[in-house]
């Protein structure tokens, strides 16, 4: 089986592609070729142990997307995006890569043609529900996008659903939690706050906290995400009728409760690296975002989160990028 990543060099791409490779397979089919790409060139793992193509390129360019599926790759995993806070900033910016570069895709899917039909898993958001919406959302509740990132990720949607629909590909669409904690560097993301408030105090660090803690969220872990692109790669799709888009399990909690696990986890001392400091525009736009979910759908179909608590979303963090240590 051959794998396209698209978005290889971020964070989830970086994790999708460990865990496919210590696998070795995708369900039941061994991987025998895998293409990472990414506007910046991702990391060739150094234990892989199949062929792995490298391809740096812009995602949005017009001449991007037919050379990548040339090869006629079995699974697609569509990764590829710009964030919320920056499509917010560079409106044009954000519609020619999280809309755009999905349409080429798509197209040049359809014009291999010769009954070419692969697995596409889109990563949408969230970010399609916008205000006003009852204290849990569930997989009945309509698409009312209110930032531009939640509109293209909402078109996106609509466009595989409609592809697949015409058996063009096979397509689903994951409307991922916000994924917490992130490692690294903060980003231009405007729920990035959720991942500094807990990243940066466990590395010894400041961290500002812009909104109150009354701010409620839906989150998963960076394992968690990763567990439901595989699933979304492997499952039975015709379980989900023609509808091919839903949202993922997750945890609701508010940023109180956020601090108040790094407390119960890591001590006080951690938590005091924790400055509040408002940022209207920030709040602003968080006003506006999902506080939680019914995800009976998902569920149902199989997809399982790997953390019950908060407190297990920070211990896989020490875990998995800390190496169980933390800067008491």
Not at 213 to 220: F, I, K, L, S, T
Not at 268 to 292: C, E, F, L, Q, Y
């Amino acid at each position: 089986m051959h794998i396209l990543i698209l978005g290889a060099a971020g964070m989830v791409g970086r994790k999708l592609t460990e865990r496919l490779l210590r696998d070795g397979r995708l369900g039941q089919r061994e991987i025998t070729r895998m293409t990472l790409q990414d506007v910046v060139a991702p990391t060739k793992p150094a234990n892989a142990t199949i062929p792995i193509s490298i391809v740096t390129s812009d995602f949005a360019d017009p001449n991007t997307a037919a050379p990548l599926v040339a090869h006629q790759p079995e699974v697609i995993f569509h990764l590829a995006a710009i964030v919320s806070g920056e499509a917010e900033a560079e409106f044009d910016k954000g519609y020619r890569i999280n809309l755009d570069g999905t349409r080429h895709l798509i197209d040049a899917i359809r014009a291999i043609g010769g009954g070419y039909r692969p697995r596409l898993v889109f990563t949408s958001s969230i970010a399609v529900f916008g205000a006003p919406f009852p204290d849990k959302i569930g997989d009945e509740f309509f698409h009312t996008p209110l930032t531009s990132y939640g509109t293209q990720k909402s078109i996106c949607e609509l466009l595989i659903n409609d592809y697949t629909r015409k058996g063009l590909l096979d397509g689903i669409s994951i409307r991922l939690p916000t994924i917490c904690v992130r490692p690294g560097k903060p980003n231009k993301a405007a729920s990035g706050f959720f991942s500094n408030i807990i990243r940066e105090p466990l590395a010894g660090e400041e961290a500002v906290l812009p909104v109150s803690e009354d701010v409620r969220h839906w989150h998963a872990s960076p394992k968690s995400a990763v567990g439901f692109l595989v699933h979304a790669g492997t499952m039975d799709l015709s379980a989900m009728g023609a509808r091919r888009n839903l949202s993922m399990p997750g945890l609701s909690v508010t940023v109180g409760e956020q601090i108040a696990a790094l407390d119960r986890v890591a001590g006080k001392n951690v938590t005091a690296r924790i400055k509040r400091v408002a940022d209207p525009t920030i709040i602003g736009i968080v006003s506006g975002w999902p506080r939680d979910f019914v995800t009976d759908r998902a569920l149902k179909l199989g997809f399982t989160t790997a953390e019950k608590t908060f407190d297990d979303i920070i211990r896989i963090h020490i875990e998995d990028e800390l190496g169980g240590k933390f800067a008491a």
